[in-house]
């Protein structure tokens, strides 16, 4: 048996440990073989050496994880202690882009900062994962950051619409008002990182373009970041259209939940085949976010691990 002390003087208590200890509970629960006991600024560690050892390399992690952040959420101390330590904190500049009123835009997991450091080597990425797990947000902010540094003359977001079988005519209104329910999301984000004066001048100048994936046939995307939301909801055929757009100096993020794809039952999804087909070209990257990574309510990351199973 061993047993060390770790001083604790110099942490806010309650960011590492919750109100209530209900974080110190959480840590226990992946180290039942250890006994933790909390006092005043100090922690007692007691267990067999290895398992001691191993949790003072977590638990530092911890430390250095409130350090950087000034944060540490029950999600966090789950991907510290399931997840490389080094490979989890290693990228220090999480903030993507200064969004509207000052609002720092930023990488808030793992695979959100891998989805940005990926995208600085290659020019096309698959982000798969979960509602809630970020990719729209991330994409479109590492979007708009090289739009305003220069690096691309465009933006643009499309996606699937797949509720209205992308034959919007029934639907009342102009077509900016039959497309804007199914592209709510995308400008949800942009509103946050691109002041409204200057959004709308972007959209009206078409340096910012949102539409239907239907309306890519036929183009050939330049010197554009290209973002393809609810990717899982398009046909073989309209993926392999869209992907083939790709022109030079573009960059391309495909985003996409394989959970939630709407296509008739009979149709497979060209997220799906995309993947089977291109998954081994180094070329292409493909991050796959998960339960970690959600930052909605906690409930949220509790109703996809229920549904897992």
């Known amino acids: 048996m061993n047993e060390i002390i770790i001083d604790l003087e110099n942490i806010d208590l309650v960011v590492l440990f919750g109100s209530n200890n209900q974080k110190l509970y959480k840590i226990r629960e992946f180290f039942p073989k250890l006994k933790l006991v909390a006092r005043g600024n100090k922690l007692m560690v007691i267990g067999d050496n290895d398992q001691v050892l191993f949790f003072e390399n977590k638990f530092q992690s911890f430390i250095d994880h409130i350090n950087q952040y000034n944060k540490l959420t029950n999600s966090q101390i789950e991907r510290l202690i399931m997840e490389d330590v080094t490979k989890v904190l290693q990228d220090k500049e999480d903030v993507i882009l200064h ?128 973002i393809l939301d609810e990717a899982q909801n398009t046909t073989e055929s309209q993926m392999k259209m869209f992907l083939t757009r790709m022109g030079k100096s573009a960059k391309f993020i495909i985003n996409g939940d394989e959970s939630q794809i709407d296509l008739p039952k009979r149709q497979k999804s060209g997220l799906s085949q995309a993947r089977e087909i291109l998954e081994k070209l180094k070329e292409i990257s493909f991050i796959f976010l998960d339960e970690q990574d959600v930052i909605r309510h906690k409930l949220v990351k509790q109703i996809i691990k229920a549904y897992k199973n």
């Open 99 to 226: 969004g509207t009123d000052g609002k720092l835009i930023k990488a808030r997991t793992a695979n959100q900062r891998k989805m940005v450091k990926e995208m600085q080597t290659n020019d096309m990425m698959f982000a798969l994962g979960p509602a809630g797990t970020g990719k729209t947000y991330t994409a479109v902010a590492i979007a708009v950051k090289s739009l305003k540094s220069k690096e691309v003359k465009r933006i643009i977001l499309t996606r699937p619409a797949v509720e209205a079988g992308e034959n919007l005519g029934f639907l009342p209104g102009d077509l900016k008002e039959k497309l804007d329910p199914y592209m709510q999301p995308l400008y949800d984000s942009l509103m946050d990182m691109i002041p409204a004066d200057k959004l709308k001048d972007y959209l009206e100048k078409g340096i910012i373009q949102i539409a239907p994936l239907a309306f890519m046939r036929g183009r050939t995307l330049d010197k554009a970041f290209v």
